[in-house]
C-alpha cells in the first residue's frame, strides 16, 4: 500500500510554514536568473502580488542589489562579448530584455573594454581560414557589415 506523501500538519505536530514574503518570491526567482527590474515587476504581478507591492519589492530589492538594470546589461554585455558576439548581437539580446536604448549603447561600449569591434571581430575568427565561412561566422555573430569588411575585405 502507498503511503501518501503529504501529512497534516495537526497530525504530526508541526506547524504551517508561513507564506513567503514578497520578497522571498523576488528572492527566489532572482536566484535562478537575473532579471530586469521590470520584468521582476510583471512576473511578482502575474504571481498574484498587487502592482504597488511588486513595485515596492522591485524597489527594496534594487536597495539591497539584489536587482538592477545597468548591472545586468553591463554584465550580460560583457558575457556575450567573452563568447564572442559582435555589437549587433548583444544590442538585439539587451533590447529584447527591455533595457533602455540609452543603457544598450552604454553597455555594449563598455563592453569592447576600449578596443574597436574589428579586434573583437578577429578573435572570433580564430582557427577559421575559409573566408565565406569567416564571413557566415562574423555575420551570424552580431557583427555588423561594415566590421566584417574591414577584417576580410570585399567579397568577390
Known amino acids: 500500500m502507498r503511503r501518501s506523501r ?4 495537526a497530525s504530526s505536530g508541526r506547524r504551517p510554514r508561513p507564506a513567503p514574503t514578497p520578497l522571498d518570491v523576488a528572492a527566489r526567482l532572482l536566484r535562478r536568473a537575473p532579471e530586469t527590474e521590470a520584468r521582476l515587476e510583471a512576473r511578482l504581478v502575474a504571481l498574484g502580488y498587487r502592482r504597488e507591492t511588486a513595485a515596492a519589492t522591485v524597489a527594496r530589492c534594487r536597495e539591497l542589489g539584489y536587482v538592477g538594470d545597468a548591472a545586468l546589461a553591463h554584465e550580460r554585455a560583457r558575457a556575450l562579448r567573452a563568447r564572442g558576439a559582435g555589437r549587433l548581437r548583444i544590442e538585439a539580446d539587451l533590447t529584447a530584455r527591455g533595457l533602455p ?4 549603447a552604454e553597455a ?6 576600449g578596443e574597436p569591434e574589428a579586434a573583437w571581430a578577429r ?3 580564430r582557427g577559421v581560414r575559409d573566408r565565406r565561412r569567416a564571413w557566415r561566422l562574423l555575420v551570424s555573430r552580431g557583427f555588423p557589415e561594415e566590421v566584417v569588411v574591414e577584417v576580410l575585405g570585399e567579397e568577390e
Do not use: K, N, P
Open 123 to 125: 578573435r572570433a575568427l
Open 108 to 113: 555594449v561600449e563598455a563592453s569592447r573594454a
Open 6 to 9: 503529504s501529512r497534516s500538519t
Open 101 to 104: 536604448e540609452a543603457l544598450v
